[in-house]
């Protein structure tokens, strides 16, 4: 076994790896992450170093409240600055952020199909991050760009932007089997 470019492993004769993994990072988020951190810098300011004439309930509101809006912005952000796929002779897995949360397995038992889309936008999905749409199905968007569109047995869709995204359909796609129920039809 050697190692390929993304991770991958195999001989130079295999057609697709054993196991694929790609990512896809939006440095941008970083930017967003600094304005979380700031917010509870600010909230921190305030507690200990606060002279309110206007008495403790504002000033303990104002503290937690710049907290809390720090912590939500600094760790929603920093949870989809990249997003690592994982593709193995059983199951694909994301795993969002630098410790891997949120995390989706998929089972390639329960793809009926799967497709290469060029350019998926977080506009299309009403932004960046986990997203679920009724009439899209559920997707991770961390940035613009090609992305793998998993059609899955139950009906829903599962989309992913990462780099690399034709080669990780065509490993997906050559793992595909027909289900039991539809073979028998």
């Not at 896809?24 to 200990?48: K, P």
């Not at 961390?142 to 989309?159: C, P, Q, Y």
């Amino acid at each position: 076994m050697r190692d390929h470019p993304h991770g991958e492993t195999g001989t130079p004769e295999d057609s697709h790896p054993e196991v694929w993994t790609g990512r896809a990072t939006n440095r941008g988020q970083w930017l967003l992450a600094l304005g979380g951190a700031a917010c509870m810098a600010l909230g921190i300011e305030l507690a200990v170093d606060s002279a309110w004439a206007s008495g403790v309930a504002p000033l303990v509101m104002s503290v937690v409240g710049c907290i809390a809006a720090g912590l939500l912005v600094l760790f929603g952000t920093l949870a989809f600055v990249h997003v690592s796929v994982k593709v193995d002779e059983e199951c694909l897995e994301v795993r969002c952020g630098h410790i891997g949360v949120p995390r989706r397995r998929i089972p390639l038992s329960q793809v009926a199909d799967v497709v290469f889309a060029p350019c998926v936008t977080p506009h299309q999905w009403g932004g960046w991050g986990y997203r679920w749409r009724p009439e899209k199905g559920t997707a991770v968007v961390v940035r613009r760009g090609e992305a793998v569109v998993l059609s899955l047995w139950d009906g829903h869709t599962f989309t992913i932007t990462v780099d690399n995204a034709e080669t990780a359909v065509n490993v997906i796609r050559a793992r595909l089997t027909p289900k039991a129920s539809d073979a028998a039809h």
